[in-house]
């Protein structure tokens, strides 16, 4: 059975940077896909970044392309994402997951993600 724990969110300035961090427990993750998804208030979940299996491709939304970078550590069973010249379009709830995600007892399973805030 899978766990995803995010951290690494807070409140930042336009422009800022941050990085977060998820470990992932149970079996599968070094076969997946992983994610980084986030929903902003009002609407809904999107994925931004994606990385394979083995960590060699990745791919970006347009909203996080040329900002943020997705990387992996099979080995630690992490996946990170690193995030510069954020702005307040970026402020929401961010989550990890496999892509797609994965299903526990018939549903999709998240965890409870972490709140990133841009604001001045």
């Known amino acids: 059975q899978v766990h995803l724990v995010e951290s690494g969110g807070g409140l930042v300035q336009p422009g800022g940077s941050l990085r977060l961090s998820c470990a992932a427990s149970g079996s599968g993750f070094r076969t997946r896909y992983m994610g980084w998804y986030r929903q902003a208030p009002g609407k809904q979940r999107e994925l931004v970044a994606r990385?394979?299996?083995?960590?060699?491709?990745?791919y970006y939304a347009d909203s996080a392309r040329g900002r943020f970078t997705i990387s992996r550590d099979n080995a630690k069973k992490a996946v990170d994402l690193q995030m510069n010249s954020l702005n307040p379009e970026d402020t929401a709830a961010y989550y990890c997951?496999?892509?797609?995600?994965?299903?526990?007892?018939?549903?999709?399973?998240w965890g409870v993600g972490t709140l990133v805030t841009v604001s001045s």
């Open positions: 997951n496999s892509v797609p995600p994965w299903v526990a007892d018939g549903v999709d399973y």
């Open positions: 990385i394979s299996s083995g960590g060699v491709y990745t």
